[in-house]
């Protein structure tokens, strides 16, 4: 069983840095936590590195107001301090909200909420909020998602269980905003097969580009996660 480590940091990842991967993003912060002096955990072994833990992989190009980062903090400093020492070194775009002790393990995550931007360039067509309802009216929707773990190179989800929540309205003439709160994990929809489904059973209603904000995390009593 993994290790719960003792300290965490919320923060936001937006503008350029929604294109750091996740790998560069944990190497981002071990880097930012030497250069502000701050001393955390490191792993055992051969190669010892400082070691840090995001909670759920953000997709590249998305954004997100609510990434939880776990690690373990040496150095004899308040927490209140660490976020302001970390902001100085990190890129454009990573920035930490607050820095805290752990009190529940990831795996109590359950959902999150998603801030999803349509973009029309012809103008929001006839029908697409009438069409999305339709779209998750069915008892159940079945999809593939390619899975390495699976003999088949695939997996089948349920996309109705894991929408527990939406609202779409229109924003001006060419764009939508649809908030919808999905399963996180075990098993996890990304909003963005949750689009890609709806384009390829309405292509009529289908937007030109979309983008995706993550806006908070939810465990299993919807009460907000930390």
């Not at 069983?1 to 990842?13: I, N, T, V």
């Not at 359950?110 to 973009?119: H, K, V, Y």
Request: hydrophobic residues 40%.
């Amino acid at each position: 069983m993994a290790k719960m480590h003792a300290h965490r940091l919320l923060y936001e990842k937006t503008g350029r840095a929604i294109y750091i991967s996740h790998l560069d993003t944990m190497a981002q912060f071990q880097r930012a936590f030497l250069r502000a002096g701050l001393e955390i955990w490191q792993t055992e072994g051969y190669n010892r590195h400082a070691y840090v833990s995001i909670a759920l992989p953000l997709s590249l190009g998305f954004s997100s107001r609510c990434e939880i980062l776990e690690f373990d903090l040496v150095s004899q400093i308040p927490l209140e301090d660490v976020p302001a020492l970390l902001n100085r070194t990190l890129p454009e775009g990573l920035r930490v909200l607050s820095c805290y002790r752990a009190e529940r393990p990831f795996k109590q995550i359950r959902t999150l909420d998603w801030a999803i931007t349509l973009d029309y360039d012809n103008g929001i067509p006839e029908g697409v909020e009438e069409g999305f309802r339709a779209f998750l009216s069915p008892e159940h929707l079945i999809v593939r998602k390619p899975s390495k773990k699976s003999k088949k190179g695939y997996t089948e989800l349920d996309l109705i269980p894991m929408v527990h929540r939406w609202l779409m309205e229109p924003v001006g003439e060419r764009q939508m905003s649809l908030s919808c709160n999905l399963a996180a994990q075990e098993p996890s929809l990304n909003p963005q097969l949750l689009m890609e489904t709806f384009a390829a059973r309405y292509p009529h209603l289908a937007p030109d580009f979309a983008r995706y904000r993550r806006e908070e995390v939810f465990q299993e009593n919807g009460e907000i996660f930390r």
